[in-house]
């Protein structure tokens, strides 16, 4: 717990042979795609084979951690990698403080593959803004907070075809279910328009919200359309939650 410029720790056994060092969660990323304006090249990248674990910044509570992201970036591979513990667990509650995303493209046919994706602080993976074609698949997912999917599009943005296949999704038993979590979540928010995508062949259980949510936030101005869904899976519901 970080607590007026004091990292305290309580061990469940004697510290001195629990542990050869204590660290502070000071890193924002693990793995950072720079935008097209810096010095990097963030196209025909392939990301594979890590475990990412524990960005935060628990020093600035608005910031905004991510495991591994493209900030932009287009024909990029992230595979095969174990990336949890990314941010605060539910970080919008109360505000928006130290809100976690393990997987975060911004950029157009990306494939986000056979990744492990646990305990992230919002969202699991995610497309945010505006961008096209980016592939979703063959993912395991399980307690992350807000959400496991997500694909934005925001304030006019215009994401298209976005698609998410042969993914499974759940909740574990150490799951805090104080909190709801969608499963798969394509939003428009702020006039947004988020069109074309399709979500087919994802196993989902153990659920506590809606398995699929399509969500137009801004009905005057933004739009989800021609979104098609066909041959999901989903099973062990709790109580009250929709598909």
Known sequence: TWSNGYLIVNPPNDPDTRYTSIEADARKWCVKGKG?????????????DLECRYASDISVPTALPIGIGFYTGSNN????????????????????????????????????????????GT????????????????????????????????????????????????????????????????????????TGAQIYYNIAYNLNTNGIQLRNADKATGVVTNVKIWNNTFYDMFPGSVV
Not at 36 to 48: A, E, M, T
Not at 125 to 145: A, D, R
């Open 36 to 48: 097209s304006w810096g010095d990097y090249n963030n196209d025909w990248i392939i990301v594979q």
């Open 77 to 120: 591979i992230v595979q095969r990698n174990t990336v949890s513990y990314i941010g605060k667990l539910n970080g919008y509650t109360p505000v928006n403080e130290n809100i976690g995303t393990c997987i975060s493209f911004r950029g157009n046919n990306n494939i986000a593959q056979n990744n492990i994706v646990h305990d992230c």
């Open 123 to 194: 969202h699991g993976i995610e497309v945010i803004g505006s961008w096209s074609n980016n592939i979703i698949q063959n993912n395991e997912l399980y307690n992350n907070y807000h959400g496991s999917i997500e694909s934005f599009a925001f304030n006019g943005d215009t994401q298209s075809g976005t698609i998410i296949r042969y993914n499974k999704i759940y909740r574990t038993a150490d799951y805090d279910s104080r909190y709801s979590s969608n499963n798969i979540f394509i939003n428009s928010e702020g006039g947004g328009i988020n």
